[in-house]
């Protein structure tokens, strides 16, 4: 996800966007995002071997920090759609007790294993998944770099993050411009349904001779 969001902060030039636009924006509560991530870097790397219910609750508390940024920053447009995404993400962990569902097929593509018994993972297979639809059922296969698996709501969230950046920053796509004076031509067409404009005759002079 941080790769393909990299991406699209890349094309915000190439689009006419400015990022130093985005350095201008204030967001509500800011901190809530590094502590969103900092949190799950933490109970899947740093103590993965720690309490279960501890873990199972930092996991889940990450998702309250990332809603509280949701909700300060609602009025930003694009920002529903990753809240959208989070928001299906924290459905699938809560009906799995902690975990997020993922379809094996899924792990073996990408290469994923498991790990040890009394370590926590967020995301993996889960015996008797409870809507395992929103789970990741997504893999971006093993000889891919930065393979891994994902869900539809990640797709959600990486749509809506690039949605707000583009936004911000001003990004839009060129468009071909009309030739001065064929706008009109064209609307003139539209209005006289579709005949277009009548080309103007122009013939010889008319000489009156008399005598």
């Not at 969001?5 to 985005?22: D, E, K, M, N």
């Not at 502590?35 to 103590?47: D, E, P």
């Not at 920053?169 to 468009?175: F, Y």
């Amino acid at each position: 996800m941080l790769a393909v969001f990299a991406v699209l902060l890349a094309a915000v030039p190439l689009l006419g966007g400015s990022l130093t636009r985005l350095s201008e924006v204030r967001l509500g509560r800011a901190w809530t995002l590094p502590a969103a991530l900092l949190t799950q870097i933490m109970v899947v790397s740093v103590v993965p071997h720690a309490d279960r219910g501890l873990l199972v609750a930092l996991h889940l508390g990450s998702y309250g920090l990332a809603a509280l940024f949701l909700l300060a920053n609602r009025r930003v447009t694009g920002l529903w759609l990753l809240a959208l995404g989070a928001a299906l993400n924290f459905v699938a962990i809560a009906a799995n007790s902690g975990v997020m569902p993922a379809r094996p097929e899924a792990l073996a593509s990408a290469g994923i294993g498991q790990g040890g018994d009394d370590e926590f993972v967020n995301s993996g297979a889960v015996s008797d998944a409870h809507l395992s639809w929103l789970g990741d059922v997504f893999a971006v296969p093993d000889p891919v770099p930065l393979h891994n698996v994902f869900s539809i709501g990640d797709v959600l969230i990486v749509a809506g993050a690039g949605w707000t950046v583009h936004r911000l920053s001003g990004s839009r796509p060129r468009v071909h411009r009309p030739v001065d004076g064929l706008e009109d031509d064209a609307r003139h067409a539209v209005r006289s349904g579709g005949r277009g404009v009548e080309p103007e005759v122009v013939g010889p002079p008319v000489v009156d001779v008399e005598g």
